[in-house]
């Protein structure tokens, strides 16, 4: 069974740091592209950040500058280094990922989107 499994959430003071991961287990050769979301209690879930397997990089402005998103592609893992963090950047932060399960998915640009759970994230006082 195919799965992205967050990790790496907890409570942390404003201005202190966090570092998520999210790591797909089963079944996989390798992504496409993975993408970290959050959502914060009674708001829309937002997108955060983005990498492709070859390292291209995107973020939101809320967190540029502050967060920083890298891979592991033999571990076909995603990490988030969250800086400087702020009251506002409290919510549940889930990873996407366009999986590539096969050699054969790779080759011709097929994926499977899979979503994990989700890591919580508080940055209080």
């Known amino acids: 069974q195919v799965q992205l499994v967050e990790s790496g959430g907890g409570l942390v003071q404003p201005g202190g740091s966090l570092r998520l991961s999210c790591a797909a287990s089963g079944l996989v050769f390798g992504f496409a592209r993975m993408d970290w979301y959050r959502q914060a209690p009674g708001k829309q879930r937002e997108w955060v950040a983005s990498?492709?397997?070859?390292?291209?990089?995107n973020y939101a402005d809320a967190v540029k500058g502050r967060f920083t998103i890298s891979k592991d592609n033999a571990k076909i893992t995603t990490y988030l280094q969250m800086n400087n963090l702020k009251p506002e950047d409290t919510a549940n932060y889930l990873c996407?990922?366009?999986?590539?399960?096969?050699?054969?998915?790779?080759?011709?640009?097929?994926?499977?989107?899979?979503w994990g759970q989700g890591t919580l994230v508080t940055v209080s006082a």
């Open positions: 996407n990922g366009k999986l590539h399960l096969t050699y054969a998915d790779y080759a011709n640009d097929r994926y499977r989107e899979q």
């Open positions: 990498i492709t397997s070859r390292g291209a990089t």
